[in-house]
C-alpha cells in the first residue's frame, strides 16, 4: 500500500524554467492537497481539490498552478520559477467530510538557483 | 485568518521522561491535527482531535475547543520521538469543512539516550 506518492524527490531548476510536481495516492481519498514547507516553518496550503474537478486556493497560491486530474492524481506546477519559490513540496489526501486525518507524502525538494 | 501557536519553541529529555506540548489558536476549529515530522522531513498524523481526548500507546492528546487549545502528551519519550511535533487547525467557517489546515510553527523535541 504506497499511500501518497511524490515524484521527483528533488529537483534543482533555474530562474524562469517550468516545472510539475505529480502527486498520486491509492486510498481513494476524495480531497487533495499542495503544501509548502520553509526552513524553519509550518507547512501552508497552496492550493487543494476538495473532490475531483474542484480546485481552490490555499494561502499562498501566487506562482502556482495545479490540475486535478482525476481521483488519485493532483499535480502542481511551476510556470516560471523565482528563488522564493525553493522549499520543500509536500502534498496530501484525506476523505473530506467524515473527520479523517490528512496522510502526506514524503515531499519533494525543489531548489531555484 | 485563524493564528495557531505551540509551545515550547524547543524541548530537550532524556529518555523515559514524559513531556507535554501544547497548541494555542485563535478562533473556533472544526479540525485539529497533530503530526510528527521525523528527522528524514516525513509527516505522520498522530491525531485527529477537533475535541475531546484520545490515546495511542505513549502519546495522548486532549483538545478543549471552548477554550482554543490542544496538549500532546508523550509519556516514556524513546530517542525515536525525536522531531518536529506540528499542530494544525482548520478554522470553522460555519460550513463544510474542507481540510485547509493552518499549521503551527512546531516544537522541536530532541529526546537524549
Known amino acids: 500500500n504506497a499511500g501518497v506518492t511524490q515524484t521527483p524527490k528533488f529537483q534543482v531548476l533555474k530562474t524562469g524554467q517550468s516545472m510539475t510536481l505529480q502527486c498520486a495516492q491509492d486510498?481513494?481519498?476524495?480531497?487533495m492537497y499542495w503544501y509548502r514547507q520553509d526552513p524553519g516553518m509550518g507547512l501552508r496550503l497552496i492550493y487543494y481539490?476538495?473532490?475531483?474537478?474542484?480546485?481552490d486556493k490555499g494561502e499562498v497560491p501566487n506562482g502556482y498552478n495545479v490540475s486535478r486530474l482525476n481521483k488519485r492524481e493532483f499535480s502542481l506546477r511551476l510556470e516560471s520559477a523565482a528563488p522564493s519559490q525553493t522549499s520543500v513540496y509536500f502534498c496530501?489526501?484525506?476523505?473530506?467530510?467524515?473527520?479523517?486525518?490528512?496522510?502526506f507524502g514524503d515531499g519533494t525538494r525543489l531548489s531555484i538557483l | 485568518g485563524i493564528q495557531v501557536e505551540q509551545s515550547p519553541p524547543d524541548l530537550i529529555l532524556q529518555e523515559g521522561a514524559n513531556s507535554t506540548l501544547r497548541c494555542n489558536f485563535s478562533?473556533?476549529?472544526?479540525?485539529l491535527q497533530w503530526f510528527h515530522q521525523n528527522p528524514w522531513g516525513q509527516l505522520i498524523n498522530l491525531f485527529y482531535?477537533?475535541?475531546g481526548t484520545k490515546q495511542n500507546g505513549r502519546l495522548s492528546a486532549t483538545t478543549v475547543a471552548t477554550e482554543r487549545y490542544s496538549l500532546l502528551y508523550i509519556s516514556s519519550s524513546q530517542t525515536t520521538d525525536s522531531g518536529v511535533y506540528f499542530c494544525?487547525?482548520?478554522?470553522?467557517?460555519?460550513?463544510?469543512?474542507?481540510?485547509?489546515?493552518?499549521f503551527g510553527q512546531g516544537t522541536i523535541l530532541t529526546v537524549h539516550p
Open positions: 494544525a487547525v482548520e478554522q470553522n467557517a460555519g460550513g463544510t469543512s474542507y481540510g485547509k489546515l493552518t
Open positions: 478562533d473556533s476549529v472544526n479540525n
Open positions: 482531535i477537533p475535541s
Open positions: 496530501a489526501s484525506s476523505l473530506m467530510n467524515v473527520n479523517q486525518p490528512q496522510h
Open positions: 486510498m481513494n481519498h476524495n480531497s
Open positions: 481539490s476538495a473532490s475531483e474537478g474542484t480546485t
